[in-house]
């Protein structure tokens, strides 16, 4: 039985619902992470998961690096990150607290890595806050790959191509101009419940 896809209204309402969730712990946490003000802005969410690999232009780069995670408990949802590889380099050199790094090596990785795991805590944190609903977080995975090669390996235990869409969000650094995709992926029933905070 096929779920039914999200309404525009609904559409509208659950993107609000993310992008508070995002202002109130997400921003603010990279904000602190990399010692610089950050923007973000939620730009669209693709009702269809297997149309993802058309998002070339959501990294520019040939070769991204990806953060995967997903929340389980009440309710299922995944965020992978895709950061440009230059952008990558500048958070890690940021956090090893060094001038620039050349390539990143298994230390930097792991920055990069834990950056993944305290936005999706922080971001994790408010939808427990505004929803009650208990939510377990996996480990990070990390990878540095094509974009249209991305999803298959890190989401084919957690994506069902049918019944999931993605809601991409883009954040920048003010002063650095860094670049990072926040990708928030979940099926329409998962959707639904955001949709309805606790009373």
């Known amino acids: 039985m096929t779920t039914n896809v999200l309404n525009k209204i609904e559409l509208d309402v659950l993107e609000g619902v993310l992008d508070s969730y995002i202002t109130q712990k997400t921003s603010v946490a990279l904000s602190t992470l990399l010692g610089e003000s950050i ?5 669209q969410t693709h009702v269809e998961v297997s149309k993802i690999v ?11 690096c990806s953060v995967f995670l997903h929340g389980g ?7 992978l990150y895709t950061i ?13 607290c060094i001038d ?38 996996s480990t ?5 790959t094509s974009l249209a090669a991305l999803l298959e390996p890190h989401a084919s235990e957690f994506v069902c191509p049918t019944s999931d869409m993605v809601t991409e969000v883009e954040f920048t650094g ?21 949709l309805n905070p606790k009373r």
């Open 100 to 137: 620039k790094i050349d390539s990143l090596d298994d230390l930097s990785k792991s920055a990069i890595s834990e950056v993944g795991n305290i936005m999706s805590g922080s971001f994790f944190n408010a939808l427990a806050d505004h929803t009650g609903l208990k939510v377990e977080l």
């Open 84 to 96: 440009p590889e230059q952008s990558a380099k500048e958070i890690a050199a940021k956090l090893m």
């Open 73 to 79: 408990g009440d309710i299922r949802l995944g965020i």
């Open 140 to 144: 990070p995975d990390f990878a540095m």
């Open 174 to 194: 003010k002063v650095s101009g860094l670049l990072l995709h926040m990708l928030i992926i979940q099926d329409y029933d998962n959707a639904r419940k955001l």
């Open 39 to 43: 923007t973000h802005v939620v730009k």
């Open 54 to 64: 058309n998002m070339d232009k959501v990294v520019k780069e040939i070769v991204a």
